[in-house]
């Protein structure tokens, strides 16, 4: 029993160092989209990014991944965007981690998209998969600490934190001329409670889309005090029907890379993710809804 | 020693040059927010936004602000202009802008009261002197303290008077006169005559220039000559400031500024939509108490109303007067910063970014401050709008970043240092006949808890007499 909880707690240690150290610069979230954003929006782009969606046809998302190589860490949600006239809405749940680490996530998110611009709020509110009791057992908190309200200093502090917590944000994206793809989100503007997984900075970014090939390049603020910004570019080959990426980050260097396919209703896509020290991530969508 | 030496003659060589070709430039936008010299390090300054009512018109503000989050304090406002009268007054509690001002015509002339100050040629003696570093004339400076009353007739020669504190303790009377472009002035305090001034300008179209010379009881001088030239949409301008340090005015005496300065300013339209801002000064407050600032600023225009805009500055010395803050000017202060600003639109959304950054060393290395911005704007038909604002923000010890704030009435010059974020979200929309603005503001700078500020405004304008 005590190997078990010892083990327990070593897993939860790596995680979450793990999300710390390298995922905060990987952008995965719950909702996060396989395709960037400058290729597709989405259901999951406004639910992740919020940046709502031209089309206002519904479509049903379900994606899921496997951050680092981590089966610990896996995740799937699932989401549904629908819009009416200029009004955009979406709503998702997912789940993320093995029982032990991991957290559900609901998200919603509404705005309003006219041709060639868009704009949405998210929030999104976050909860540990494992109970109150089970975490204050491990940490030594006292049994009667208010509910959502434990203690997570699980090297056998005293600190008291909560398993709950939501962000807010906004994000916004302008496309002039249509050729020329402009966007600003923050997807965590304003957050409340547990910190979330991954700590997420203002992005701007700017697309240039053609006919067949499109490129992109955006920065992302650090999040915290002390972070450094980081940037990506990328660019895609193809069109709506099947099309290729690839994309490259800094802080620090490494690459992505994806494939994307639709037929009829019917889309996938899949991308990985290198990271210079850690495994490799894997991100993978099935959709359902009218081409953009 | 060397570095600050070359940096000053290249700025004065800079300045001298743009002087030769006479201008003046009432500011470009773009270039970093920052308040006047005589303004706290520290704190938030507010600044009264330009008066956009016209004739017949009258305005009625009510506003509560709550600068710490649970306190509030409310604001009233009330501003008129009809075509012989015009009068602003402003209330509230630890309002920075709180007072109120009449003009009008009467008898044949023109008449104020409260705060609002005449203005004397250069402003050496009467009025705010101009700042050498400054892109605007007194963009981004409140009205001077103190009360005035003050009446002047004629046209083409007047006689003038006013009495009032002028921004010091004590009452002063005055007496102008002029006649086809030259005028005088004196000055009387209870111990006779304080200063004396004569000036003269001749001005056309935009182009033209002019001096004023003046003179305190002990003979103290300063004197200062501009010239600018408005061609098209180019204005060019420069102006030359010579005197002795201890010289003070009948006014404000922190807004003094330096006995020594040159400045000149471009705004220069180039080819495809692209304009060009130079900015060159160099000022001197005391022997071994130099400053100077060098600006060069490019905006171009692209299609859907957007815009880019990118700058460089260069900055040495001070602009506080020893004298005046009370304590010795830091030694050997360099700056270089630099800057870069996208806007642009695309039916009811607007974006804007902009990353703003600052250096103690050469090539804007060893950052001190910097600064990215990026707002998104929601316009409804109906004519609500709300407005997203976020900024990162990083100062070193000592530094000060300032993040200029649009309310009702006023532009707000918020001070932020540390290293935090700040994010700010508008709405606005109609409500009872008027419009009703409200902003909440979030700043965190860690370990400190996040400070909330919220204020609402409502305003409504009206006008006086019905169109006929």
Same mark, same amino acid.
């Given at each position: 029993?005590?190997?078990?909880?010892?083990?327990?707690?070593?897993?939860?240690?790596?995680?979450?160092?793990?999300?710390?150290?390298?995922?905060?610069?990987?952008?995965?979230?719950?909702?996060?989209?396989?395709?960037?954003?400058?290729?597709?929006?989405?259901?999951?782009?406004?639910?992740?990014?919020?940046?709502?969606?031209?089309?206002?046809?519904?479509?049903?998302?379900?994606?899921?991944?496997?951050?680092?190589?981590?089966?610990?860490?896996?995740?799937?949600?699932?989401?549904? /965007?629908?819009? *009416? %006239?200029?009004? @955009?809405?979406?709503?998702? #749940? &997912? !789940?993320?981690?093995?029982? =032990?680490? +991991?957290? $559900?996530?609901?998200?919603?998110?509404?705005?309003?998209?006219?041709?060639?611009?868009?704009?949405?709020?998210?929030?999104?509110?976050?909860?540990?998969?494992?109970?109150?009791?089970?975490?204050?057992?491990?940490?030594?908190?006292?049994?009667?600490?208010?509910?959502?309200?434990?203690?997570?200093?699980?090297?056998?502090?005293?600190?008291?934190?909560?398993?709950?917590?939501?962000?807010?944000?906004?994000?916004?994206?302008?496309?002039?001329?249509?050729?020329?793809?402009?966007?600003?989100?923050?997807?965590?503007?304003?957050?409340?409670?547990?910190?979330?997984?991954?700590?997420?900075?203002?992005?701007? /970014?700017?697309? *240039? %889309?053609?006919? @067949?090939?499109?490129?992109? #390049? &955006? !920065?992302?603020?650090?999040? =915290?005090? +002390?972070? $450094?910004?980081?940037?990506?570019?990328?660019?895609?080959?193809?069109?709506?029907?099947?099309?290729?990426?690839?994309?490259?980050?800094?802080?620090?260097?490494?690459?992505?890379?994806?494939?994307?396919?639709?037929?009829?209703?019917?889309?996938?896509?899949?991308?990985?993710?290198?990271?210079?020290?850690?495994?490799?991530?894997?991100?993978?969508?099935?959709?359902?809804?009218?081409?953009? | 020693?060397?570095?600050?030496?070359?940096?000053?003659?290249?700025?004065?060589?800079?300045?001298?040059?743009?002087?030769?070709?006479?201008?003046?430039?009432?500011?470009?936008?773009?270039?970093?927010?920052?308040?006047?010299?005589?303004?706290?390090?520290?704190?938030?300054?507010?600044?009264?936004?330009?008066?956009?009512?016209?004739?017949?018109?009258?305005?009625?503000?009510?506003?509560?602000?709550?600068?710490?989050?649970?306190?509030?304090?409310?604001?009233?406002?009330?501003?008129?202009?009809?075509?012989?009268?015009?009068?602003?007054?402003?209330?509230?509690?630890?309002?920075?802008?709180?007072?109120?001002?009449?003009?009008?015509?009467?008898?044949?002339?023109?008449?104020?009261?409260?705060?609002?100050?005449?203005?004397?040629?250069?402003?050496?003696?009467?009025?705010?002197?101009?700042?050498?570093?400054?892109?605007?004339?007194?963009?981004?400076?409140?009205?001077?303290?103190?009360?005035?009353?003050?009446?002047?007739?004629?046209?083409?020669?007047?006689?003038?008077?006013?009495?009032?504190?002028?921004?010091?303790?004590?009452?002063?009377?005055?007496?102008?006169?002029?006649?086809?472009?030259?005028?005088?002035?004196?000055?009387?305090?209870?111990?006779?005559?304080?200063?004396?001034?004569?000036?003269?300008?001749?001005?056309?179209?935009?182009?033209?220039?002019?001096?004023?010379?003046?003179?305190?009881?002990?003979?103290?001088?300063?004197?200062?000559?501009?010239?600018?030239?408005?061609?098209?949409?180019?204005?060019?301008?420069?102006?030359?400031?010579?005197?002795?340090?201890?010289?003070?005015?009948?006014?404000?005496?922190?807004?003094?500024?330096?006995?020594?300065?040159?400045?000149?300013?471009?705004?220069?339209?180039?080819?495809?939509?692209?304009?060009?801002?130079?900015?060159?000064?160099?000022?001197?407050?005391?022997?071994?108490?130099?400053?100077?600032?060098?600006?060069?600023?490019?905006?171009?225009?692209?299609?859907?109303?957007?815009?880019?805009?990118?700058?460089?500055?260069?900055?040495?010395?001070?602009?506080?007067?020893?004298?005046?803050?009370?304590?010795?000017?830091?030694?050997?202060?360099?700056?270089?910063?630099?800057?870069?600003?996208?806007?642009?639109?695309?039916?009811?959304?607007?974006?804007?970014?902009?990353?703003?950054?600052?250096?103690?060393?050469?090539?804007?290395?060893?950052?001190?401050?910097?600064?990215?911005?990026?707002?998104?704007?929601?316009?409804?038909?109906?004519?609500?709008?709300?407005?997203?604002?976020?900024?990162?923000?990083?100062?070193?010890?000592?530094?000060?970043?300032?993040?200029?704030?649009?309310?009702?009435?006023?532009?707000?010059?918020?001070?932020?240092?540390?290293?935090?974020?700040?994010?700010?979200?508008?709405?606005?929309?109609?409500?009872?006949?008027?419009?009703?603005?409200?902003?909440?503001?979030?700043?965190?700078?860690?370990?400190?808890?996040?400070?909330?500020?919220?204020?609402?405004?409502?305003?409504?304008?009206?006008?006086?007499?019905?169109?006929?």
């Amino acid at each position: 029993m005590k190997v078990a909880k010892h083990r327990a707690r070593v897993g939860v240690v790596v995680a979450l160092a793990i999300l710390t150290l390298g995922a905060t610069r990987s952008r995965a979230q719950e909702f996060a989209p396989a395709a960037p954003e400058p290729l597709v929006m989405g259901a999951a782009s406004m639910l992740d990014q919020a940046l709502a969606p031209e089309r206002r046809a519904p479509e049903l998302v379900i994606l899921g991944g496997r951050p680092f190589g981590l089966a610990a860490l896996d995740a799937a949600a699932v989401a549904a /965007g629908l819009g *009416w %006239r200029s009004l @955009r809405g979406a709503a998702g #749940l &997912a !789940r993320s981690g093995d029982p =032990a680490i +991991g957290w $559900s996530t609901v998200a919603f998110a509404i705005g309003g998209a006219t041709p060639g611009a868009g704009y949405a709020l998210r929030v999104a509110a976050r909860r540990d998969r494992r109970s109150d009791a089970a975490i204050a057992a491990e940490s030594g908190a006292p049994p009667d600490a208010p509910p959502g309200t434990i203690a997570t200093d699980l090297g056998g502090g005293t600190s008291a934190g909560v398993n709950a917590g939501g962000e807010l944000g906004a994000g916004a994206w302008i496309a002039p001329g249509r050729v020329v793809l402009l966007w600003v989100a923050h997807p965590q503007l304003v957050t409340r409670g547990a910190a979330p997984p991954l700590a997420r900075g203002l992005e701007c /970014g700017v697309a *240039w %889309r053609g006919s @067949r090939v499109r490129a992109w #390049l &955006a !920065r992302e603020l650090a999040a =915290a005090p +002390g972070g $450094s910004d980081t940037h990506r570019a990328g660019i895609a080959f193809g069109g709506v029907d099947a099309s290729a990426w690839v994309e490259a980050r800094d802080a620090p260097l490494r690459a992505g890379l994806g494939v994307a396919a639709r037929a009829g209703p019917f889309a996938v896509g899949v991308r990985v993710d290198a990271h210079p020290v850690l495994p490799q991530s894997v991100r993978f969508e099935c959709a359902l809804g009218s081409a953009p | 020693m060397n570095r600050g030496h070359s940096a000053r003659a290249a700025a004065a060589a800079l300045g001298l040059a743009l002087a030769l070709i006479g201008s003046r430039v009432q500011g470009v936008r773009g270039d970093p927010a920052e308040p006047p010299a005589d303004a706290p390090e520290d704190a938030d300054y507010d600044v009264e936004r330009p008066d956009s009512i016209g004739d017949g018109d009258i305005e009625v503000g009510l506003g509560v602000v709550a600068n710490d989050g649970r306190h509030s304090t409310q604001r009233r406002r009330a501003l008129f202009r009809s075509d012989s009268l015009g009068g602003a007054v402003r209330d509230g509690a630890g309002d920075d802008l709180a007072g109120s001002s009449l003009e009008g015509a009467a008898a044949g002339g023109r008449f104020g009261l409260g705060r609002s100050m005449p203005v004397w040629g250069r402003g050496l003696v009467l009025g705010d002197p101009r700042e050498p570093w400054g892109w605007r004339e007194r963009g981004t400076q409140r009205r001077s303290a103190g009360d005035v009353l003050w009446y002047r007739a004629g046209r083409g020669s007047h006689v003038g008077a006013w009495a009032g504190t002028a921004g010091r303790k004590q009452p002063a009377l005055g007496l102008d006169a002029g006649a086809r472009g030259a005028n005088g002035g004196v000055v009387f305090d209870r111990r006779g005559i304080s200063n004396a001034s004569v000036w003269a300008s001749r001005e056309s179209g935009g182009s033209g220039g002019g001096a004023e010379f003046a003179s305190d009881r002990r003979g103290r001088w300063r004197a200062e000559t501009f010239a600018q030239r408005r061609d098209g949409s180019a204005r060019l301008g420069g102006w030359v400031r010579a005197g002795h340090e201890a010289y003070r005015g009948a006014g404000d005496p922190r807004r003094a500024g330096p006995p020594l300065a040159v400045s000149a300013r471009a705004d220069v339209p180039l080819a495809h939509g692209t304009r060009l801002g130079l900015l060159g000064a160099w000022w001197r407050f005391a022997p071994g108490v130099p400053g100077a600032r060098a600006t060069l600023e490019v905006q171009q225009a692209l299609p859907h109303h957007a815009g880019v805009v990118a700058g460089f500055e260069q900055q040495h010395g001070t602009r506080r007067d020893p004298a005046v803050v009370g304590r010795p000017a830091p030694e050997a202060r360099f700056r270089q910063g630099a800057w870069a600003e996208w806007h642009g639109g695309a039916g009811p959304v607007s974006l804007a970014w902009r990353h703003e950054f600052w250096g103690e060393r050469r090539w804007v290395r060893g950052e001190v401050r910097a600064v990215s911005t990026a707002r998104i704007g929601v316009e409804s038909p109906a004519g609500v709008g709300v407005r997203i604002t976020y900024a990162a923000f990083r100062a070193v010890s000592g530094e000060h970043v300032y993040l200029p704030e649009l309310e009702a009435d006023r532009l707000v010059l918020r001070a932020l240092a540390g290293d935090g974020e700040r994010a700010r979200v508008e709405l606005r929309g109609p409500f009872a006949g008027g419009m009703v603005e409200a902003a909440l503001n979030r700043t965190f700078v860690p370990p400190r808890a996040p400070r909330m500020q919220w204020t609402v405004e409502w305003t409504r304008r009206s006008r006086l007499r019905r169109e006929p």
